[in-house]
Nanobody
Framework: VQLQASGGGLVQAGGSLRLSCAAS????????MGWFRQAPGKEREFVAA???????NYADSVKGRFTTSRDNAKNTVYLQMNSLKPEDTAVYYC?????????????????WGQGTQVTVSS
């Protein structure tokens, strides 16, 4: 599978963005999908994940503000980000893994998109 992330940009604190990750290649519906982010000088960290059956998992730092969903007919996964904070500023990556569950560990995912920049101004 190949992944193409989009939807990043510059937004003021309190604003919203929706990221999209379009997949092509192997059967999208058989993959769990993850969202990760990496800020300058920091390690890549888990943000959210969605399983084949659309069960979800979120980092504590984004619970209640971010929502991930998938549309298997469009081979696309989304990350709706609300109430954005300056500390959400990072490059956001989507990832795919051929397993059933919304896994947290980045090493479990075998395919990564190119990343999209999200900048939240205060």
């Amino acid at each position: 599978v190949q992944l193409q992330a989009s939807g990043g940009g510059l937004v003021q604190a309190g604003g919203s963005l929706r990221l999209s990750c379009a997949a092509s290649g192997r059967t999208f519906s058989m993959n769990a999908m993850g969202w990760f982010r990496q800020a300058p000088g920091k390690e890549r960290e888990f943000v959210a994940a969605i399983s084949r059956s659309s069960s979800t998992n979120y980092a504590d730092s984004v619970k209640g503000r971010f929502t991930t969903s998938r549309d298997n007919a469009k081979n696309t996964v989304y990350l709706q980000m609300n109430s954005l904070k300056p500390e959400d500023t990072a490059v956001y990556y989507c990832a795919a893994g051929f397993f059933a569950f919304p896994v947290v560990a980045p090493g479990a995912y075998d395919t990564w998109g190119q990343g999209t920049q999200v900048t939240v101004s205060s």
